[in-house]
């Protein structure tokens, strides 16, 4: 019934009749986790589709698994270094359904590779300079492989360093 008088003066009602069958066809109820795939920054998105699965492992309410073949989109991946989640359709047979509009996903990390490590000075320190007392910097300044410069953490290995022993380490 509308609920306004005014508009409904004759107290006319919509009627629907809802009818509740089995499903004719299997349906999908989980897809299978897809491992991450890592590439350079700046790939192309036609040249990371070889890189992705093919295909995935599908569930069915009826407790049957199969594989069906994906569809890959780029979505938001742009070329920039960052981690993008990227998602598939599935590639359905004809006696099975997706109601809930199931997805294959993965995260695509696209990454820089450092290829030059700035210079750094020679330490020099008296003998007996404990490792804990080396003088050695945090950072170090780095160019990837998009000719792009920035800064990373370094962490030294002073395993070999004998304070007692000169030398070079």
């Known amino acids: ?20 069958v089995d499903p004719i066809y299997p349906f999908i109820v989980d897809v299978a986790h897809l491992d991450s795939v890592k ?3 700046g ?31 780029q979505g938001k991946y742009d070329l920039k270094a960052g981690t993008y989640r990227i998602y598939a359709t599935l590639v359905l047979t004809e006696i099975h359904a997706n109601p809930a509009e199931f997805e294959a996903y993965l995260d695509l990390y696209a990454q820089r590779n450092v290829i030059e490590v700035e210079k750094l000075a020679e330490v020099t320190v008296d003998l007996n300079t404990a490792a804990a007392a080396l003088p050695l ?29 000169g030398g070079e380490y």
Not at 3 to 20: F, G, M, Q, W
Not at 60 to 73: N, R
């Open 1 to 20: 019934t509308v609920a306004s008088p005014e508009i409904n003066r004759d107290k006319l009602t919509a009627e629907a009749k809802v009818a509740i």
């Open 39 to 41: 590439v350079l920054s």
């Open 43 to 73: 790939t192309p998105f036609a040249a990371v589709l070889p890189l992705l699965p093919k295909d995935v492992l599908v569930t069915y309410d009826t407790g049957v698994t199969e594989t069906l073949s994906l569809i890959w989109q």
């Open 137 to 165: 910097i945090d950072t170090v300044r780095v160019t990837y492989h998009d000719h792009t410069t920035g800064l990373l953490n370094v962490v030294w290995d002073k395993s070999t360093y004998v304070s007692s022993k």
